[in-house]
């Protein structure tokens, strides 16, 4: 017994784990709680879309669950994984290790598939008994019709036009969206119950309202007013703005264009503008923008792909006057991020100039209904 007592040890005691409460062990009392967040790709995605949910269902190679899983948000997979700016992989903590997960392409894929495999999605059979009208069948007016067709609803889109899409189909150039995969998917949206009365213009809502006895009404009209500004001309006839030249390039006849296009802005439809003219035929293309890269409207890529197809791009120059083949420019210096002139002047050479200023929505034909309140906001 004595000589047991005096022996050395070489190991650490062992811990009494059933008394142990601060740290691991049988008788843990503080737990980690699972809290159920949405990531901040989901977050920042404009159609709110589970994207984690349909990722993992790709990756898994269940496509058409996947598929399923993306619709219940956005009927236009293959609309957006093409021409969405995907604000969602911007903020994808995935970035901050290597890259951002590509939700974008995985979505593209998917919305192709569909389209391939020809998977539609059967009207409800739940049926509310209430009549919505959807005026407008731009992205807008599409994605409202889908969910409320879906949740029983009777839904009827009127819109202006002969076909849907809205600026989908009369703004975004068919290079970039091919007109196909929006005919597409807007035939899976009709096969789903919602019903589409083109060239049906509203322009009396109320009237409508009562006459469809409608129970709501979801107005989607879009911004399709041009924004204006005074250039003095002398050849009026050779100024376009860009969404009637889009829409026209799009339906045809197709614009005259001299050889020469300048195009006024700095945003994505000026973008869409100096390369369609380029595509066009026209020998040169060029953007005249008031303020410099870092503070143009338009997203970075578009600004590069333009250049990389050889539009070039006058920054910092606003256009005072245009005469025939040629437009005054006076370049401009950035004071807080705004254009200031510096009264300097110079002549760029140019046949069409194409005003790509932004749009305004008409909503003259709501002004007549008691109770509607406008509001301006700045955008
Ligand atoms: C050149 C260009 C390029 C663009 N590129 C992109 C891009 O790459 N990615 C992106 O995310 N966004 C892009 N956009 C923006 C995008 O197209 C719009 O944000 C989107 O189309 C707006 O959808 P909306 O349904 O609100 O309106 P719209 O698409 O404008 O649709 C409105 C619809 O309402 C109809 N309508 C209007 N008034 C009436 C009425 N009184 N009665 C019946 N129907 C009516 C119109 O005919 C139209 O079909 C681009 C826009 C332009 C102009
Ligand atoms: S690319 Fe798709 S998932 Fe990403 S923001 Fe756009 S619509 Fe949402």
């Given at each position: 017994m004595i000589a047991m007592a005096n022996e050395l040890r070489d190991l650490t005691r062992e811990i009494d784990l059933s008394r142990h409460v601060s740290g691991t062990g049988p008788l843990r009392s503080q737990r980690p709680l699972y809290v159920d967040f949405k990531p901040p790709c989901n977050h920042a995605c404009p159609a709110g879309e589970n994207i984690q949910a349909w990722l993992s269902l790709a990756q898994s190679g269940e496509y058409h669950a996947a598929f399923e899983k993306l619709i219940e948000e956005n009927p236009l997979p293959a609309v957006h994984g093409r021409v969405c700016y995907h604000p969602c992989?911007?903020?994808?903590?995935?970035?901050?290790?290597?890259?951002?997960?590509?939700?974008?392409?995985?979505?593209?894929?998917?919305?192709?598939?569909?389209?391939?495999?020809?998977?539609?999605?059967?009207?409800?059979?739940?049926?509310?008994?209430?009549?919505?009208?959807?005026?407008?069948?731009?992205?807008?007016?599409?994605?409202?019709?889908w969910h409320l067709s879906r949740m029983g609803h009777d839904v009827q889109v009127f819109e202006a036009g002969p076909v849907a899409g809205g600026m989908?189909?009369?703004?975004?150039?068919?290079?970039?969206?091919?007109?196909?995969?929006?005919?597409?998917?807007?035939?899976?949206?009709?096969?789903?119950?919602?019903?589409?009365?083109?060239?049906?213009?509203?322009?009396?809502?109320?009237?409508?309202?009562?006459?469809?006895?409608?129970?709501?009404?979801?107005?989607?009209?879009?911004?399709?007013?041009?924004?204006?500004?005074?250039?003095?001309?002398?050849?009026?006839?050779?100024?376009?703005?860009?969404?009637?030249?889009?829409?026209?390039?799009?339906?045809?006849?197709?614009?005259?264009?001299?050889?020469?296009?300048?195009?006024?802005?700095?945003?994505?439809?000026?973008?869409?503008?100096?390369?369609?003219?380029?595509?066009?035929g026209a020998d040169e293309a060029m953007i005249i923008y008031r303020r410099d890269r870092e503070h143009m409207p338009a997203h970075d890529f578009e600004a590069d792909e333009a250049l990389a197809e050889g539009v070039k791009i006058h920054w910092l120059r606003s256009i005072k006057s245009l005469d025939t083949g040629e437009v005054l420019v006076e370049k401009m210096a950035l004071e807080d991020g705004k254009p200031v002139p510096t009264g300097e002047f110079e002549t760029l050479e140019a046949d069409t100039v194409i005003l790509a200023l932004g749009q305004e929505t008409d909503t003259a034909f709501l002004h007549a209904i008691p109770g509607i309140q406008f509001k301006r906001t700045a955008l």
């Amino acid at each position: 017994m004595i000589a047991m007592a005096n022996e050395l040890r070489d190991l650490t005691r062992e811990i009494d784990l059933s008394r142990h409460v601060s740290g691991t062990g049988p008788l843990r009392s503080q737990r980690p709680l699972y809290v159920d967040f949405k990531p901040p790709c989901n977050h920042a995605c404009p159609a709110g879309e589970n994207i984690q949910a349909w990722l993992s269902l790709a990756q898994s190679g269940e496509y058409h669950a996947a598929f399923e899983k993306l619709i219940e948000e956005n009927p236009l997979p293959a609309v957006h994984g093409r021409v969405c700016y995907h604000p969602c992989e911007e903020s994808c903590n995935r970035s901050a290790l290597d890259s951002p997960v590509s939700i974008h392409a995985v979505e593209r894929f998917l919305g192709d598939m569909a389209i391939r495999e020809g998977w539609l999605v059967p009207p409800s059979t739940h049926r509310t008994g209430k009549r919505v009208m959807v005026v407008g069948a731009g992205p807008s007016g599409l994605s409202a019709a889908w969910h409320l067709s879906r949740m029983g609803h009777d839904v009827q889109v009127f819109e202006a036009g002969p076909v849907a899409g809205g600026m989908m189909h009369f703004g975004i150039p068919a290079y970039r969206l091919p007109r196909e995969v929006l005919i597409a998917e807007v035939s899976r949206i009709q096969a789903a119950g919602v019903h589409f009365h083109y060239n049906h213009k509203i322009e009396n809502l109320a009237l409508e309202k009562a006459k469809g006895m409608f129970d709501a009404v979801f107005i989607a009209v879009g911004a399709h007013l041009s924004k204006k500004v005074h250039i003095p001309a002398r050849d009026a006839g050779k100024v376009m703005d860009a969404v009637r030249f889009l829409h026209d390039a799009e339906t045809g006849p197709p614009p005259q264009l001299g050889r020469r296009v300048a195009v006024y802005g700095g945003g994505n439809t000026a973008m869409d503008a100096a390369r369609t003219a380029l595509r066009m035929g026209a020998d040169e293309a060029m953007i005249i923008y008031r303020r410099d890269r870092e503070h143009m409207p338009a997203h970075d890529f578009e600004a590069d792909e333009a250049l990389a197809e050889g539009v070039k791009i006058h920054w910092l120059r606003s256009i005072k006057s245009l005469d025939t083949g040629e437009v005054l420019v006076e370049k401009m210096a950035l004071e807080d991020g705004k254009p200031v002139p510096t009264g300097e002047f110079e002549t760029l050479e140019a046949d069409t100039v194409i005003l790509a200023l932004g749009q305004e929505t008409d909503t003259a034909f709501l002004h007549a209904i008691p109770g509607i309140q406008f509001k301006r906001t700045a955008l």
